[in-house]
């Protein structure tokens, strides 16, 4: 399997080189030259396999420059740590199914990804006998997901920046309680956008980002992406088993991540086994906007109980983008051209296509917080604010004829005063929160300066 760029700038890579990329180096996302696709008979063959060999099989369509034997260790080392032994089970409730992908080691959604991707990065940097510094900036649960992904890996430091006293308590510490040498936490004295524009700064300093090996872990990495894909087949064959041949998912997303990770799943099973995907957006609803008026265009970021989702340029989209215009590398190119100078992208003329794909809706914080209450007083289950959008949204928008899974993104203490509000006590903290805040932590909280910044990575990175 080869590897190109929506931007069509680029030679084809194998699998390992595109994991090292990460972005493409014509400023494209990269992706699969071609998509592949099973028959019913493979389904038949996949149907009672456990999540790790499921996930061996999935990956293995997709990867062809890693061999057997090293895929399967990869594979069952990134899932060792999971508390549940399905690693993403799937459970009934109601009208709905609930796909848990919080079972990871920091409880959200973002461990299925980041668990591999670590591994590989450790995996192909033993082999080259290189070494890495990754840098990202994090409001929360990508940076403690990316942390728990390299702690104690010997060929990567990781260096996370978040605004100090700005995450939530239980954020800041599933972080900062992370003693393995290899792990620098950064509390700046600023907001995440400060942050955010530190992490930019130093990477477009080219000589230094090279003299210093840095590396991004952020949702635009392939190797994220298709770690995602798995739990689609395997939630898909649950329900295959009792009876139900097509079904629709229902994704809270906000950088168009997990719900492209469904696109791919849907076009690699059998036309119709995955019928209708469900794109949630909180009030940050720039992706419903595109689905249901094809108009693709940036607004304020709004502040939300479902703040993983509080974004206003979907990292992601450009893949779909592609397939949008016919995997035309030069017309996406244009298109994100335009975007990135107007802040707009009209792609109404798409709509049917579109709306044969997904369908959208936006859910209010009102909407969140009584779906919370309502589906714990009717079924004695909690959910997180992020899975009650795509709840909301599955309730609302789904087709009786067939079953509906619902992405269970995060655990519910995860965002403990969001569920307070709904339901009047916060939840119990499962046992990876618990003893957090007694934990030793360590921490270096520095000023919003790039040169500081830059100064204490220089100090601690590998080279
Ligand atoms: C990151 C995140 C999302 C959104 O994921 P996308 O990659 O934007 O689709 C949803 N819920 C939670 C809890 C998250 O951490």
């Not at 595109?290 to 206003?312: C, H, L």
Request: glycine share 8%.
């Amino acid at each position: 399997m080869r590897y190109i760029s929506t931007r069509g700038g680029i030679e084809p890579l194998g699998f390992k080189e595109a994991v090292m990329m990460g972005l493409a180096r014509d400023g494209g996302l990269l992706l699969p030259e071609t998509l592949p696709t099973i028959d019913a008979s493979v389904l038949d063959r996949w149907q009672n396999l456990p999540y790790q060999y499921l996930a061996r099989e999935v990956l293995s369509l997709f990867i062809d420059d890693i061999p057997e034997n090293d895929l399967e260790d990869l594979v069952e080392r990134s899932y060792a740590n999971f508390a549940h032994p399905q690693v993403t089970p799937v459970c009934k409730q109601g009208d709905v199914y609930i796909l848990e992908l919080f079972h990871g080691p920091t409880l959200a959604f973002k461990d299925v990804a980041l668990q591999l991707l670590g591994n590989l990065f450790e995996y192909v940097l033993t082999r080259t006998g290189g070494s890495m510094n990754i840098l990202g900036a994090t409001s929360g649960d990508t940076g403690s997901a990316a942390i728990a992904g390299v702690r104690g890996k010997g060929n990567i430091n990781i260096f996370i920046l978040h605004p100090h006293g700005r995450t939530s308590p239980i954020q800041a510490l599933q972080m900062t309680t992370v003693l393995d040498p290899n792990v620098f936490n950064i509390a700046v004295r600023g907001t995440f956008d400060d942050a955010q524009s530190i992490v930019k700064e130093i990477f477009n300093d080219l000589a230094f980002r090279d003299a210093y090996q840095l590396g991004a872990v952020n949702s635009i990495n392939w190797a994220r992406v298709l770690a995602q894909v798995v739990y689609y087949v395997y939630a898909y064959l649950k329900l295959r088993k009792t009876g139900s041949d097509s079904v629709d998912f229902s994704v809270p997303t906000g950088n168009f991540g997990d719900i492209f990770a469904g696109y791919v799943a849907r076009k690699l099973l059998p036309a119709g086994c995955i019928h209708t995907l469900i794109l949630a957006t909180n009030a940050n609803d720039l992706l419903t906007r595109f689905v249901t008026q094809g108009d693709y265009s940036r607004g304020q970021v709004i502040a939300t109980s479902s703040p993983s989702m509080d974004i206003q340029i979907a990292s992601n989209f450009e893949r779909y983008l592609y397939y949008l215009r016919d995997e035309d590398g030069a017309a996406v190119k244009r298109d994100m051209d335009g975007f990135a100078a107007t802040g707009t992208l009209d792609l109404s003329r798409f709509k049917d296509r579109v709306a044969r794909d997904f369908c959208s809706r936006s859910v209010s914080e009102a909407e969140t917080n009584q779906t919370i209450g309502d589906f714990y007083r009717e079924h004695g289950y909690l959910l997180d604010p992020h899975t009650a959008v795509g709840v909301k949204a599955a309730l609302e928008l789904r087709d009786p004829q067939r079953p509906v899974v619902c992405l269970a993104t995060a655990h519910p203490a995860k965002f403990g005063a969001a569920v307070a509000k709904a339901i009047g006590s916060e939840p119990t903290l499962p046992p990876a929160l618990a003893g957090l805040a007694s934990k030793e932590s360590r921490c270096a909280i520095l000023d919003a300066d790039t040169a500081i910044i830059r100064d204490f990575i220089a100090q601690n990175a590998l080279k």
